[in-house]
């Protein structure tokens, strides 16, 4: 592994194309609605900002976005964006890595919070949120619900994408809530891949890592439209509270 981590240069390269799903606007404008309410007219902070897809939205509302981000490469990428010069960066770990100043919202988006492979790094990834939240300030998580329900007793891997240029698949460790996932794609007729290392994470997991740094659960979604989270969510969108005194 690069010191970029898992988005060095080639990933970083074709980041924005191969996610472009996820760049659609009627995908980008209900998470940047949903945080800019939390930030108000306070700073908002991103884990794992990468290509600014939610930060540069958020910036051009007017609030003040400062991201912490382990890859140059990405960086590199916000910074060709319009907009992207004007957001500060701190490159670093976001589960250990200190910014100046306090925030009324932090995020973490994308199942970016399963980029940390520890219960121990997770753990600490909401310690440091809390350091860096204003009192009454927030943090959000977007990260999908384990699929093991459609994991079959004895196997281990689950496809996610079939299509004659992509395929792609993740591998559990259900002993060690360890999840690779393997992309495959077709690039000028060769078949390109890359598997990126995972830890899956429980909803009732995340509410009590929030208890432990010392923030209740506010609300949770099961998407940026605010729709109910049931038993039957793919997704999972949580805000915890940073008690206000
Ligand atoms: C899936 S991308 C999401 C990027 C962006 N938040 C978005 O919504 O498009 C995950 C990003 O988090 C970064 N990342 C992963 N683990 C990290 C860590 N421990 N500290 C800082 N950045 C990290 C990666 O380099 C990558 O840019």
């Known amino acids: 592994m690069s010191s970029d981590g898992y988005f060095d240069e080639t990933i970083a390269s074709t980041y924005d194309e191969y996610s472009a799903g996820s760049f659609a606007p009627d995908v980008v404008q209900p998470a940047v609605d949903f945080i800019a309410a939390l930030a108000g007219s306070g700073r908002a902070l991103e884990l794992g900002i ?8 958020l910036a051009e509302r007017g609030v003040a976005v400062h991201g912490i981000e382990l890859s140059n490469a990405m960086v590199e990428r916000l910074r060709a964006k319009p907009g992207g010069d004007d957001i500060e960066v701190t490159i670093g770990d976001f589960a250990t890595a ?24 997770q753990v600490a990834c909401f310690r440091n949120v809390v350091r860096h939240l204003e009192p009454g300030g927030c943090f959000v998580v977007e990260v999908s619900v384990p699929d093991l329900q459609r994991l079959p007793p004895g196997e281990t891997a689950r496809p996610f994408t079939i299509s004659e240029s992509r395929l792609g698949f993740d591998e559990y460790d259900v002993a060690n809530q360890g999840l690779i996932s393997h992309h495959f794609r077709l690039v000028d007729d060769q078949w390109e891949n890359f598997s990126i290392p995972f830890r899956y994470v429980w909803p009732s997991e995340l509410d009590l890592m929030a208890q432990m740094a010392g923030m209740t659960l506010r609300e949770r979604w099961s998407d940026w439209n605010r729709e109910p989270f049931t038993s039957n969510s793919r997704k999972l969108i949580a805000v915890w509270e940073k008690p206000a005194g």
């Open 50 to 57: 990468g290509t600014g897809r939610i930060a540069l939205p």
């Open 98 to 121: 200190t910014v100046d100043g306090s925030f009324s919202v932090a995020y973490l988006v994308v199942n970016t919070i399963m980029n940390l492979t520890t219960q121990e790094a």
